[in-house]
C-alpha cells in the first residue's frame, strides 16, 4: 500500500465548477499535511497547508480527518488557471522529508 | 519562502558519466533535501543533504550512486554517477528554512537525459 494514495483523475470540470480531491495516508504518525500544485513541467508549489481545525484560502479549502487519515482539498469556481497536477504531501511522522501522492490532474475547461 | 536555483536546469549526457547537479538558496537554510521526479510520477526522496556529515538515504538510493555534498546553510550538490538511461529523470533539490516549520520549497529542477 502507497503512503499517500490519490486519484490520479483526470477530472476535468468546467469553468465555475466546484471540484473536490481526496488523499488518504497510511502513516498515522503523521504530523504535518500539505497540498501542493504542480503545473507542467515545473516545480511543485505550495498550495495550502492543512490543520484539523480545516483552513480556507480564498476559493480554496483544506480538511483533515486525523482519525480516518484522510484530507481533502475543494475549489470552488474553479478557473482556467487552476489547471494543473495537485499533490498531496504528509510529512514523515517526526522526520522533516515529504512522502508525495501520485497527484491528481485537473483540466478546468472553458 | 526562498529564492533556489539549479544548475544545470538540463542535461543529455552518454551512459557510464557523472553529472554533478548544484543546487543555491538565496538565505541560509536548515534542512535540505534532494528528490527525483520519473516521467508521469510523483516525487520520491533521494536523501537529505546534512550540513558537514554524510547525506542520509532513502531506501534504494545509495551514496555511491548518488554522492551528496552540503559544504555550508545555503549550497548543496547532487551527483548522478555511472548513469544510466533509467536515470533519465527530473532532479529538485528542496529546503526548509527552520526546524520548527514543516514547509518546503522547491527549486526549479534540472532534467536530466541519458543516451
Known amino acids: 500500500r502507497k503512503e499517500v494514495e490519490q486519484d490520479p483523475g483526470p477530472f476535468n470540470v468546467p469553468e465555475g465548477a466546484t471540484v473536490a480531491f481526496n488523499c488518504t495516508y497510511s502513516?498515522?504518525?503523521?504530523?504535518?499535511f500539505f497540498w501542493y500544485r504542480q503545473d507542467c513541467r515545473k516545480e511543485p508549489k505550495l498550495l495550502m497547508s492543512v490543520y484539523s481545525s480545516g483552513n480556507e484560502d480564498g476559493r480554496f479549502t483544506a480538511q483533515l480527518n486525523r482519525a480516518s487519515q484522510y484530507i481533502s482539498l475543494l475549489i470552488r469556481d474553479s478557473k482556467l488557471s487552476d489547471s494543473a497536477t495537485y499533490l498531496c504531501v504528509v510529512n514523515r511522522g517526526g522526520r522533516r522529508a515529504l512522502t508525495f501522492g501520485s497527484g491528481t490532474r485537473l483540466q478546468v475547461q472553458p | 519562502s526562498a529564492v533556489i536555483s539549479q544548475k544545470p536546469s538540463r542535461d543529455i549526457c552518454q551512459r557510464g558519466t557523472s553529472l554533478t547537479i548544484q543546487c543555491q538558496v538565496d538565505s541560509q537554510v536548515t534542512m535540505m533535501f534532494w528528490y527525483r521526479q520519473q516521467p508521469g510520477q510523483s516525487l520520491t526522496l533521494i536523501a537529505t543533504?546534512?550540513?558537514?556529515?554524510?547525506?542520509?538515504?532513502e531506501s534504494g538510493f545509495v551514496i555511491d550512486k548518488f554522492p551528496i555534498s552540503r559544504p555550508n546553510l545555503t549550497f548543496s550538490t547532487l551527483t548522478v554517477s555511472n548513469m544510466s538511461p533509467e536515470d533519465s529523470s527530473i532532479y529538485l533539490c528542496?529546503?526548509?528554512?527552520?526546524?520548527?516549520?514543516?514547509?518546503?520549497?522547491f527549486g526549479p529542477g534540472t532534467r536530466l537525459t541519458v543516451l
Open positions: 528542496s529546503v526548509q528554512k527552520r526546524l520548527a516549520a514543516d514547509t518546503q520549497y
Open positions: 502513516n498515522s504518525a503523521s504530523q504535518s
Open positions: 543533504a546534512n550540513q558537514g556529515s554524510e547525506a542520509t538515504y
